[in-house]
């Protein structure tokens, strides 16, 4: 199993030269708290980070400072 953080540092590292308006990721997450960490880890990185699938039902919706 691969660390989705890692993940992400590689995949936007391979886009960082490219004119991008927005980046959007599709973030399978087990809890709440998996989704905090990798939003604070993308804040100011990533345009929008939503799951599509979630195992916990959550009404987390935030606009993070970055």
Sequence with gaps: ?????????????????????AIVVDFHKETTSEGYAMANYLDGRASVLFGTHTHVQSNDAEIWPE
Aim: charged residues 20%.
């Design 1 to 21: 199993m691969s660390n989705p953080f890692q993940c992400v540092d590689k995949i936007l590292a391979l886009h960082a030269s490219e004119n991008i308006d």
